[in-house]
């Protein structure tokens, strides 16, 4: 079945570091990717997104590429900074289904240390 | 953009009894609406699917007598924990799909704590 698998956290850097958390999935079809982020006692905000191979979502200074031939979608920053601290999930929407549920990873934590 | 509001943010009940969780969609139409559950430091737990004038779609293991979903409107849905008890006690979290392409709005979150 559809899967998204994420690197295990928690995440610990130092403010101004490079950001990478690893994103791979499984799935039929061509789904569309997103990334969530959860700052502490809230709801999911969308981060990003992309909907077909190659493209590239960028928001805040955070991107992800859709990569058909490595079925990844790694989550990228250049500069992190303490206010990125949060849950951040990888999803997929399936073409396959009934109906167009979200299929979320585990969620990897960062921390990010003045 | 697409906003949901979810209410209440923090509920506390005594065991036994039943509390509704509503999630609204402000400035768009929904057809469909999920409900998840959070864990601490866990992800999220699809719980059912809510289509507006139709019965609800659970997921595997999720008690449909338990967790009672009205989706009345396009605008509203609503969870009602029937007979709460204190391993009910969660994170619950809305959410509507605008479209497939555009992703998903979530709402806030309801924190129940059963006592």
């Known amino acids: 079945g559809d899967s998204v698998t994420q690197m295990e956290g928690p995440v610990t850097l130092s403010e101004e570091a490079f950001l990478t958390i690893n994103c791979t999935y499984t799935a039929t079809g061509y789904p569309s990717l997103f990334w969530y982020v959860q700052y502490p006692g809230e709801g999911l905000q969308l981060l990003l997104k992309a909907t077909k191979a190659d493209d590239k979502g960028s928001n805040k200074g955070f991107e992800a590429t859709y990569r058909k031939e490595t079925t990844s979608f790694h989550l990228e920053k250049g500069s992190v900074q303490v206010s990125d601290s949060a849950v951040y999930f990888c999803a997929l929407n399936p073409l396959s289904g009934g109906y167009n549920k979200l299929i979320f990873g585990a969620g990897t934590r960062l921390a990010v240390h003045p | 953009g697409a906003v949901v509001s979810q209410h209440p943010s923090r509920v506390i009940c005594k065991s036994g009894t039943s509390v509704k969780i509503e999630c609204r969609s402000l400035d768009f139409q929904a057809t469909t609406m999920f409900w998840y559950r959070q864990f601490p430091k866990q992800s999220l737990m699809l719980m059912a699917t809510?289509?507006?004038?139709?019965?609800?779609?659970?997921e595997q293991g999720v008690e449909k007598d338990k967790f009672l979903i009205n989706h009345a409107s396009l605008t509203l849905s609503t969870l009602t924990v029937t007979s709460a008890h204190p391993e009910d006690s969660s994170f619950y979290i809305c959410?509507?799909?605008?479209?497939?392409?555009?992703?998903?709005?979530f709402g806030s979150g309801t924190r129940l704590t059963v006592v």
């Open positions: 809510s289509n507006e004038g139709s019965k609800a779609t659970y």
């Open positions: 959410s509507a799909s605008v479209d497939r392409d555009y992703g998903y709005t």
